[in-house]
C-alpha cells in the first residue's frame, strides 16, 4: 500500500496517476484602485393604489404648500386645486414609500432596474420585483 508523502509539495502517492490538472495559483491584482469607468443606472417604479382619497388629498395640500414648484410641475396653481392622481404623485415625490401608508397610499408592487456596463462590454441588465403581501 502507498503512502502519501506528506513532506513532499506534490502529497499525492507516487503510484497514483496524474489525471487531475494543477491549480494555478491566485492572481496577483494590483493594490491600487483599478479606473474600470464603470456606469450603472438604477430605476425604482413602486407602484401605488389610494386607499383613503381624503387622507391622500389633505396631505398634498399640506405638501403643496412646502414644496409648490413640485406641486406646479404636476398642475397645482392658486386657482387649480390637485386633481386625485396629481395629489397622489406628489405625495409619492416628496416621501419614502414606508411614509406613504400613513397617507392613505399603499404599495402594491416595487420593482428596481439596474443596468450596469463598462466602456469594453455591452450593459448587463437585472430586474427585481417584488409585490408585498398585505392581510386584510
Do not use: F, W
Amino acid at each position: 500500500m502507498n503512502r502519501p508523502n506528506l513532506t513532499h509539495p506534490d502529497p499525492r502517492p507516487s503510484a497514483a496517476p496524474a489525471s487531475a490538472p494543477a491549480l494555478a495559483p491566485p492572481r496577483q491584482l494590483p493594490r491600487r484602485p483599478l479606473d474600470l469607468r464603470v456606469r450603472t443606472r438604477r430605476i425604482q417604479v413602486e407602484e401605488l393604489v389610494v386607499d383613503d382619497p381624503g387622507k391622500v388629498l389633505d396631505h398634498a395640500q399640506r405638501a403643496a404648500l412646502t414644496a409648490p414648484d413640485t406641486a406646479a410641475a404636476l398642475g397645482h396653481s392658486p386657482t387649480t386645486p390637485l386633481t386625485l392622481p396629481a395629489a397622489a404623485a406628489l405625495l409619492c415625490a416628496l416621501h419614502e414609500p414606508g411614509e406613504l401608508a400613513a397617507m392613505g397610499l399603499r404599495l402594491t408592487r416595487h420593482t428596481t432596474h439596474v443596468t450596469a456596463s463598462d466602456q469594453q462590454t455591452e450593459p448587463v441588465s437585472l430586474e427585481l420585483s417584488y409585490a408585498p403581501e398585505y392581510e386584510e
